[in-house]
């Protein structure tokens, strides 16, 4: 069983700047993706950035390349969200998860575990 725990989300004026981390524990696949989602309300959930765990391989949305910077602390077990140059839309609950591979795909049903989220919301 993996957990996944986000932490780092909060309030933030548009241009700013927060971090989300993602802490895994349990029985991690020892080839895995760790990938961040988010959900605005009335929205679907829709893909931020993946990254491979051995390779450190990346995949970004769009919509915030060049904002996002996602990694991962081997040793700590966590993946991390750099998010830059916020916008409103970028208000979401945002969420860990996980996935047994090689490849950082962007489609949910590709995950298996998930955390619980933690809201970022962005002030104009």
């Known amino acids: 069983q993996v957990s996944l725990v986000e932490s780092g989300g909060g309030l933030v004026q548009t241009g700013g700047s927060l971090r989300l981390t993602c802490s895994a524990s349990?029985?991690?696949?020892?080839?895995?993706?760790m990938a961040w989602f988010r959900q605005a309300t009335g929205k679907e959930r829709e893909f931020v950035a993946a990254?491979?765990?051995?390779?450190?391989?990346?995949n970004y949305a769009d919509s915030v390349k060049g904002r996002f910077t996602i990694s991962r602390d081997y040793l700590r077990d966590t993946v991390a969200l750099q998010m830059d140059s916020l916008r409103p839309e970028d208000t979401a609950v945002y969420y860990c998860?996980?996935?047994?591979?090689?490849?950082?795909?962007?489609?949910?049903?590709?995950?298996?575990?998930w955390g619980q989220g933690t809201q970022v919301t962005v002030s104009s």
């Open positions: 990254i491979t765990w051995r390779m450190r391989n990346t």
């Open positions: 998860a996980l996935r047994e591979g090689t490849i950082p795909k962007s489609l949910a049903n590709e995950y298996m575990s």
């Open positions: 349990g029985r991690l696949p020892g080839t895995r993706v």
